[in-house]
């Protein structure tokens, strides 16, 4: 159980397109997820919060107006980055928390994100 | 401002010993605290997890000890084999769910 899939797993666009990736738990309620984003042999570094039904909160240093993320239901988040530039380019994961006092985050596979 | 460190970016260890790897903290006071496993281009993958109040956590072949005082976790794994070679994170986390993650360990066990 508490599985997380990523969509897509790698992508690669031209600078100035948009690019959305999702994040779904798929055999339970996510009442929160959570965006990070990791370059090489750096730590996860956490971008955004996301909860089902209400606005996202942001990082310090994290453009809310260039990662936008919705989250729409207990099962699916986006975040579609704006204006993709290479300096974007990085590896990005979602994690979701199965909430009820329950801590352990489960992670997606990760997508990679090479911006041309 | 909070720092997490884990005591070496690469580790080395015969096969059938027991990796020890150690994670420091200053500057935070975290509710509980996480072990992961992270494969090359691949999302971590959840291990472990020791409360405040935990001195120490088993699970199979892994072993986790959390000392307030000391700021620190320490983290076995007995009898390594290969397939345990990967990068190991640890997590620091508070009330609100969030996740502080230090850069990783990548242990590498050699048969």
């Known amino acids: ?116 | 401002s909070q720092k997490i460190e884990q005591n070496s970016e690469a580790l080395n260890i015969q096969e059938g010993k027991t990796a020890t790897l150690t994670c420091n903290y200053t500057n935070y006071s975290p509710a509980y605290l996480q072990w992961y496993r992270q494969d090359p281009g691949r999302g971590p993958v959840f291990l472990l997890l020791i409360r405040e109040n935990e001195k120490e956590k088993r699970k199979e072949r892994l072993k986790v000890t959390f000392d307030t005082t000391l700021k620190q976790s320490l983290f076995h794994i007995t009898a390594s084999q290969p397939a345990d070679s990967a990068t190991y994170l640890c997590a620091l986390g508070a009330g609100s769910y969030q996740l502080t993650f230090g850069k990783g360990t990548k242990l590498s066990v050699i048969p």
């Open chain 1, 1 to 116: 159980g508490a599985v997380v899939s990523q969509h897509p797993s790698w992508v690669i666009c031209k600078s100035g397109t948009s690019v959305k990736i999702e994040c779904r738990s798929l055999d339970f309620q996510a009442t929160t997820m959570f965006w990070y984003r990791q370059f090489p042999k750096q730590s996860l570094m956490l971008m955004a919060t996301s909860n089902e039904g209400s606005k996202a909160t942001y990082e310090q240093g994290v453009e809310k107006d260039k990662f936008l993320i919705n989250h729409a239901s207990l099962t699916l988040s986006t975040l579609t980055v704006t204006s993709a530039h290479p300096e974007d380019s990085s590896f990005y994961i979602c994690s979701a928390e199965r909430g009820f006092g329950y801590n352990e985050q489960f992670f997606g596979p990760g997508t990679r994100l090479t911006v041309l």
